[in-house]
T-cell receptor, first 115, second 115 residues
Framework: DVKVTQSSRYLVKRTGEKVFLECVQDMDHENMFWYRQDPGLGLRLIYF???????EKGDIPEGYSVSREKKERFSLILESASTNQTSMYLC??????????????FGSGTQLSVL | AQKVTQAQTEISVVEKEDVTLDCVYETRDTTYYLFWYKQPPSGELVFLIRRNSFDEQNEISGRYSWNFQKSTSSFNFTITASQVVDSAVYFCALSGTNTGNQFYFGTGTSLTVIP
């Protein structure tokens, strides 16, 4: 069964902490994405990557960075967590070809609370 | 500009009723793709369907059907004889050749099926 696995389902952090959200996929997908989901706003793209060591900014990259050292792993980093980064974070991956043609496979999400 | 509008924020139906979820999109692309995803309470978005802009045929899959109408820029989703397991948040999404490798998601419709 193909899977996108996010390391934590729930996470509570303090303001100013550095936070790492990990995502691993086992489908050998080239493309990986980080979204944040907020009520009434739908899903907003933070960053995506179409290859190892490659990254592209999405709509809301401020306050975030990413790392993709291996094909199967895409990490989202909150350099200094703030309360407005409290949200549900969703990782997704998709197969070859233009990313926008292929369906996304999602992880179960990480609900991050920044206090 | 690319945009997806799901005007229905929340819908409640009684089990076995039919329900239609609306999706209206805006795009300047001539080639684009439309998607529906389901997000059950577990949190993981699951792909339901993808249509490209050149294929306006309606599609039926079991109790699910989709009505794609380019003339009204709509891609509506109907569940026939709804069941409690259909309770979820449903997202419509758009991607196109000029979206910069992004998907544009609607804000989602939360469907509750009452037994």
């Amino acid at each position: 069964d193909v899977k996108v696995t996010q390391s934590s389902r729930y996470l509570v952090k303090r303001t100013g902490e550095k936070v790492f959200l990990e995502c691993v996929q086992d489908m050998d997908h080239e493309n990986m994405f980080w979204y944040r989901q907020d009520p009434g706003l739908g899903l907003r793209l933070i960053y995506f990557s179409y290859d190892v060591k490659m990254k592209e900014k999405g709509d809301i990259p401020e306050g975030y960075s990413v790392s993709r050292e291996k094909k199967e792993r895409f990490s989202l980093i909150l350099e200094s967590a703030s309360t407005n980064q409290t949200s549900m974070y969703l990782c997704a991956s998709s197969g070859g070809g233009p990313p926008t043609n292929e369906k996304l496979f999602f992880g179960s999400g990480t609900q991050l609370s920044v206090l | 500009a690319q945009k997806v509008t799901q005007a229905q924020t929340e819908i409640s139906v009684v089990e076995k009723e039919d329900v239609t979820l609306d999706c209206v999109y805006e795009t300047r692309d001539t080639t684009y793709y439309l998607f529906w995803y389901k997000q059950p309470p577990s949190g993981e978005l699951v792909f339901l369907i993808r249509r490209n802009s050149f294929d306006e045929q309606n599609e039926i899959s079991g109790r699910y059907s989709w009505n794609f109408q380019k003339s009204t820029s709509s891609f509506n989703f109907t569940i026939t004889a709804s069941q409690v397991v259909d309770s979820a948040v449903y997202f419509c999404a758009l991607s196109g050749t000029n979206t910069g490798n992004q998907f544009y998601f609607g804000t989602g419709t939360s469907l509750t099926v009452i037994p």
